[in-house]
């Protein structure tokens, strides 16, 4: 049950990852805007995911610089200003 245990986390970690990697890279190659919405998604779900891995596994080092990953990410929704009305 152990081993299945570790194989579900190693999962679950490459899942948060791989998604700020690919929004990182998508933003290098100019599909994204690095303010944009879909950008900025990506690195919060990636971020929570890998803060829940590193809080599960007690790595605070690891859980303090995700924290902060999903903070600016956060800010940066809550900053983007607001659509323009349609009429």
């Known amino acids: 049950l152990a081993r299945k245990e570790f194989y579900v986390a190693q999962a679950i970690q490459l899942v948060g990852a791989f998604l ?51 903070a600016v990410s956060a800010l940066g929704l809550l900053r983007r200003p607001a659509a323009p009305a349609t009429a």
């Open 20 to 70: 700020i990697l690919i929004a990182y890279a998508l933003a290098q190659l100019g599909v994204l805007s690095a303010r944009g919405v879909p950008f900025l998604l990506l690195n919060l779900a990636g971020a929570i995911i890998l803060a829940g891995s590193a809080y599960d596994e007690e790595q605070w080092g690891f859980l303090v610089l995700e924290v902060a990953w999903a």
